[in-house]
């Protein structure tokens, strides 16, 4: 009966932890790029019960009955716990803005030769000295592309991190230092599929890549399960597979044009569907409410052992 207790005290606290997972997910429906957390509900090891030091054990089919041996009565699962909140990367909608600095990344990578996911993340980092470049266990990972300028004129993701170019150099569109020798592109930002940083010349109407050339830091990352959530929306790697770059080759495959790479002007929504998650929130409160009358009940009848048939009248 106690062991009782501990099973259904085991499947409030995972069915609290998975609520709490998806409350984190609802909460997060409208963060452009956030990828929703699914909780993995595990088992305890089941456990063989028997009773020892019998004399005669039970006729049970398939087992031997032999005097003094252990008498098998049965398998009892102790109950159940959340292992883990695995995120999922799956592509989320995309919606217009029409705002130079949101950039939603498209991705119709195909797994590579031993079968693992690819996906495709922006690098940023932040930075101390910004002339140098981001050092590799620095580089964090996200999908939202919703930025800003800051002050410095440097491409800012709303969590404060620099985004990076594909050497791994913060990005800079405008230089109010320099205002003469230097380029301020402001509104005028274009950035190409493969992510190339361009603006168009008011003199000749042409378009001019920024100084060095710059283009998005792209990164594709094989086995994405292996990235850790730091915050809402940023990534650390922890795998094995080298982060590789963009492949400018495979993003101007005919077969997969307009399906991969950046859209300027629109954001990727989250992957969170809102009536799936709220169904699966209330699931999980009468689950959780089950498991409560189930300790209710053991405590009602442990009250009455205690106080009615173990009572010793005078």
Known sequence: ????????????LALQNRQESLANNLAN???PGFKQDLGVMRAFPEQLISRIRDQEGPDIQGYPNLSGQAAVIGRLNSGVYMSEAMPMFTQGDIAETRNP???ALMDNLQPDQDGNERRLFYSVARLEDLTQPAQPE??????????????????????GYYVLDAQNQAVRVNNPDDLLNGVSVGQGLII????????????????VPLPNNQRLGLSVITDPMKLVREGTNIFRFEGDIPVESLDVAEANDPLITGRYGTQQGWIERANVDPMQTITSMMSALRAYEANQRVITTIDGTLEKAANEIGRVNG
């Open 1 to 12: 009966m106690i062991r009782g207790l501990y099973t259904s005290a085991s499947g409030m």
């Open 101 to 103: 600095y949101d950039v």
């Open 138 to 159: 620095d580089i964090r990972y996200t999908r939202n592309g919703n930025w800003s300028v800051n002050s410095d004129g440097y491409l800012v993701t709303a969590d």
């Open 192 to 207: 190409s599929r493969t992510g190339d940083l361009q603006y168009e010349d008011p003199a000749t109407k042409e378009l």
């Open 29 to 31: 429906v409208n963060t």
